[in-house]
């Protein structure tokens, strides 16, 4: 039995039906001092899984994930596996400061002591963070489907290949899985964060993907189909970076792919701003942008 949350509702539906699955209604409301009222609607199974993704407004997410699982195992649930497509508070999974709260470790803790039995997530910015659980966590990488997306929806025939660009070194692994499955280029450019949301970007240090090819002259961004692919955009200052270095060289077309589309401070308006085609998200997080389904990779996900 499958169970969406408020912030996840479609996609809940959606494993549902990969899977074959009945999918349990959940009702929620607000009351008028803000509070959170959360009803299962009809008998449960012993074995349920709660999806709900808990970006923004990531504590009333947060709250009514707890809410759930607390809620289902009171009413017997007796294993719930818990996906959490896109993970608020994830990326604080240290003290970068003196004083800081570990919010990523909190929220974990949060989660278990709720009664989850086994959490699935995507792309999690830092893997370590799966280390807080006791239960058995998992990451799992959305970059097939964004892969099988773009091989099917997005090029047409005759396209030339796209050049898959990592917009910093942390995400050239998601180039390089892309790259794999499309059978193209990847690279990646060179990003120092100056703060929470400016972000430089160069050109320079280029790399290519082959050892014996390993540097890109700047030359060879002219006339590139670049697309750009990252886990996460937040505020879109390290895309829209990105995009203005590979315009600025000559890049003639540059299209940006990422698994969670937060795009706050209007980012996604940015981005377009900034030059980009197409903007492609995944549906861990509704926005316009949220063209890939995750519903396949998660129903994948729980068959394991
Ligand atoms: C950081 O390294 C991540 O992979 C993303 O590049 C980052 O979170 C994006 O943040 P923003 O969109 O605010 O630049």
Known sequence: MIIGGSSSQ??????????????????????????????????????????QSTGYPQDENLMELLFMIANLKDLGAKKIRVVVPYMGYARQEKRFNPGETVSAKIVCELIQSAGADEFITFNIHEECVLDFFDIPARNVSAMPAIAEYLDKKFFKKGDDKPFIIAPDKGAYGFAQEISEIIGCDCTYLTKVRLGPDKVETKIVDVRCDSESDNTVNVDSVKGMHAIIVDDIIATGGTIVNAIKILKQYGAESVDVCCVHPILANNGATRIYAAGAGKIIGTNSLSSDTSRVSLAKSIADALRD
Request: proline content about 5%; glycine content about 8%.
């Open 10 to 51: 479609d996609l809940a539906a959606h494993v549902a039906c990969e899977l074959g699955e009945e999918l349990c209604y959940v009702e929620t409301k607000k009351f008028p001092d803000g509070e959170r009222y959360l009803r299962v609607d009809g008998p449960i199974d012993e074995e349920v899984t709660v999806i």
